[in-house]
């Protein structure tokens, strides 16, 4: 076969450093749409991004030639500069950053439509669900622990 045919959805989920509440309501809309740019620049499709002030879900299809660590890579990496640039921090606050790790959990087609939905809703649904909570959430039904080092 000469061509590669690929079709792998993630749902990716990532914290600001420390679960802080660091993206204001009027960003948000802004960074999203920053974040889709940077996943699309690289040949990502990025059928939905969103999030709170203290965490994002992106909803990424990945193409055969990135791994899901660059692409999250690339993602928090830019995304976090462009924070930094547009909205600096006062004097001796630190810049924006996003938490270490992050979550990437395989989402089958039929799926596709309601993660989107999921994604859409999270300001409503944190107002009866914690991220942690959340988070655990998809741990448990990805077959997944939590340790030491989840909440790092």
Excluded at 78 to 90: E, M, V
């Amino acid at each position: 076969m000469p061509h590669s045919y690929v079709c792998c959805h993630l749902h990716c989920v990532f914290s600001t450093k420390g679960r802080q509440d660091l993206i204001p309501p009027d960003i948000r809309p802004r960074l999203w749409a920053y974040m889709g740019g940077i996943a699309q620049q690289n040949g990502c499709a990025a059928l939905q991004v969103g999030g709170t002030g203290n965490h994002s879900h992106a909803l990424l299809g990945l193409p055969a030639k990135i791994t899901i660590a660059k692409a999250v890579q690339l993602i928090k990496g830019g995304s976090s500069k462009w924070l930094s640039d547009t909205f600096p921090a006062a004097p001796g606050v630190p810049p924006f950053e996003w938490q270490e790790g992050y979550g990437a959990f395989s989402i089958g087609v039929g799926d596709v439509d309601k993660t989107i939905r999921y994604i859409i809703n999270q300001e409503e649904r944190h107002k009866r669900v914690s991220f942690e909570d959340e988070f655990r959430a998809f741990l448990a039904r990805h077959g997944q622990k939590e340790n030491e080092h989840t909440w790092g």
